[in-house]
T-cell receptor, first 113, second 117 residues
C-alpha cells in the first residue's frame, strides 16, 4: 500500500530559527515528490516539486531534499518568519493521474515571536 | 484572478439535507480533482475528471456523492442525505494534462468547509 509518513506531527519554533521537516514514503512506482504549504482555512500551495533525478530544490527560504534510495525527503526552512506558521504537506506521485497522488498527514508548524 | 475558485467557502446544513459545491478551475486546465480533508489530516482523493469525463472515483465516494463536469469547465460535487461524517473541507484542484510531463503541481482552491449539524 502506498504511504507517506511525515514527522514531526507538530512543531513550535521561535521566529528567526531554522527547522527541518521529514517525509518518508513507500510509493511505487515513484514519479515525483511535492511539498505544499497550507495556511489555516486555505488550500495547499505548491512550494517545490522534485523528480527522481533531483536531490535538492530551493524556493526562497525553503529547501527540499530528496533521497530516492532511502525514500526520504526533507523540507528545511531557514530564518523562519511568523508567516511560515502553517501545515506542510508532503505528496508523492506514482503517475500522471489524480488518483496516483499519496498525501502525508502534514506537519503543523507554529512560529512564535 | 486566474486561480481555482470554489463556492461557497462555508456551508452549514442539517443532517439529511443535500448540498452542492462548485469549482471553477484555471481556464486552460483540462484536469479537475476533488479531495476531502478532515482536521489535522492531509487531503484524500475523491475523484478526477479529464475534460468532461470522470476517469476515476475513490471508494470514499459513496453513492450519496456525485460529481459532474458537464462542459469540461466548472464542476459540481453534490452530497445527498448528508451525515455527520461528511463534515470536512472539500478541496478542488486543477492541472493541465501536460503538467505531468513538465512536473508542474496541481493548483488548489481554498475549499468549501462543510459543517453538518
Amino acid at each position: 500500500k502506498n504511504q507517506v509518513e511525515q514527522s514531526p506531527q507538530s512543531l513550535i519554533i521561535l521566529e528567526g530559527k531554522n527547522c527541518t521537516l521529514q517525509c518518508n514514503y513507500t510509493v511505487s512506482p515513484f514519479s515525483n515528490l511535492r511539498w505544499y504549504k497550507q495556511d489555516t482555512g486555505r488550500g495547499p500551495v505548491s512550494l517545490t516539486i522534485m523528480t527522481f533525478s533531483e536531490n535538492t530544490k530551493s524556493n526562497g527560504r525553503y529547501t527540499a531534499t530528496l533521497d530516492a534510495d532511502t525514500k526520504q525527503s526533507s523540507l528545511h526552512i531557514t530564518a523562519s518568519q511568523l508567516s511560515d506558521s502553517a501545515s506542510y504537506i508532503c505528496v508523492v506521485s506514482a503517475g500522471n493521474a489524480g488518483n496516483m497522488l499519496t498525501f502525508g498527514g502534514g506537519t503543523r508548524l507554529m512560529v512564535k515571536p | 484572478d486566474t486561480g481555482v475558485s470554489q463556492n461557497p467557502r462555508h456551508k452549514i446544513t442539517k443532517r439529511g439535507q443535500n448540498v452542492t459545491f462548485r469549482c471553477d478551475p484555471i481556464s486552460e486546465h483540462n484536469r479537475l480533482y476533488w479531495y476531502r480533508q478532515t482536521l489535522g489530516q492531509g487531503p484524500e482523493f475523491l475523484t478526477y475528471f479529464q475534460n468532461e469525463a470522470q476517469l476515476e472515483k475513490s471508494r470514499l465516494l459513496s453513492d450519496r456523492f456525485s460529481a459532474e463536469r458537464p462542459k469540461g469547465s466548472f464542476s459540481t460535487l453534490e452530497i445527498q442525505r448528508t451525515e455527520q461524517g461528511d463534515s470536512a473541507m472539500y478541496l478542488c484542484a486543477s492541472s493541465s494534462e501536460n503538467d505531468w510531463l513538465s512536473n508542474q503541481p496541481q493548483h488548489f482552491g481554498d475549499g468549501t468547509r462543510l459543517s453538518i449539524l
